[in-house]
């Protein structure tokens, strides 16, 4: 199955890709949000339409003040997994507002009703991410409806300037905080075995990890040390860009299933499937997986070699334990009858995955992270 000896040269050895670019102002640094307005005149907003969850739109008064007549309102019914009745009731509170673009600030749902937005609309959009999920570097967006979750990529959904500021992640409470960081790792290890990766996409991807995985102890250990949420969001920037950039597998195809369908939390599901899907992925991407390890702190090196312990997952397993992660899918009240339909659902359409996706293969990983196996 050994057929990735290095997770950037494709094809024997020859390099082949594409990569493709926009325009996109990033500011990062503590207090940089104090620059929303003037990011947003960049990127030519006059009046934006403020779109956040209830308690993102509490956290967020301070900045809307400083706003002023930039705000032409607010829409603060942002909802998980990005409800398409939460869309259209944003839409119109857009339309009575005469906004002429949006401004995102919270996690990956509130960006995400705005990318809904900008999709139906074509508006221009800054986001101010107030989690790790990354979606703020994406032009995937995702919707959902009674038939399931749909996710497409779109450049009209992508924002056009991110701002992020660490010092609006102090606050983000444990568990939060970790599953959305460990959701930004499963961002960039799918980047590293994706089959459209780039030089550019493997970099973003090895240091982000690097990046989150240096940074995410911290948070629990000292949360209101600075220092943390800088790093990890460091971390999660170049994981969100990695996705952007490729196309992801298996990992986020369940999370989609069991997110969108059984309306179980987006980034704790990632979390604790992340492991599982890596040791059953891990024999048919050992490049990647040396870059895993690497990154994690470990002997990429001799990953994959001798004892068959698949040591990116127990990396992830670590990493994990040390931030709370729970180790089954059990402790999300799944039942394990509904393990079948997740497969079915998974099997549905074909994707890009380095190991081909078998019935077998998901069954597997499913009953791994419901039963909370360890790779320890
Ligand atoms: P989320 O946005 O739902 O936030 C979780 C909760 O945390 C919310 O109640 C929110 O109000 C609260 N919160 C946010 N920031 C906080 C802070 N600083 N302090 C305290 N509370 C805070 O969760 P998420 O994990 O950021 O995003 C999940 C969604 O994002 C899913 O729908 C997922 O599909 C999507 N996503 C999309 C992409 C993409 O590229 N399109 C990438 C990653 C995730």
Known sequence: MSRDPDPVALEGGLHRFVHR???LEVRFGAGRVAEAGSLLETCGIRRALVVSTRSGMVRAVSMLEALGEGVAGRFDGARVHVPESVVAEALRVADRSGADGYLAVGGGSAI????????????????VPTTYSG???????????????RTGRDDRVAPRG??????LLVGLPSPL??????NA???????????DRTPLSTLLAEEGIRALGEGLPGLLRRPEDLTHPSTTLRGAHLAGWALDLTTMGLQHKLAHVLGGTFDLPHARVHAILLPHVVAWNGPAAPGAMRRLVRALGGDGATEGEGSGVPRGAAALERLNDRVGIPRSLAHLELDRGALEQVADLALEAPYANPRPVTRDGVREILESAWSGRSYL
């Open 21 to 23: 670019t926009r325009p």
């Open 112 to 127: 995400g009703v705005a990318k809904a937005m900008a999709l139906e609309t074509g508006a221009p959009m800054v986001a």
């Open 135 to 149: 979606s703020e570097m994406t032009h995937v967006w995702g919707v959902t409806s009674a038939g399931g979750k």
């Open 162 to 167: 991110v701002i992020y500021d660490p010092e």
């Open 177 to 182: 905080g970790a599953e959305s960081g460990v």
């Open 185 to 195: 790792l499963a961002h960039a290890v799918e980047a590293l075995y994706a089959p």
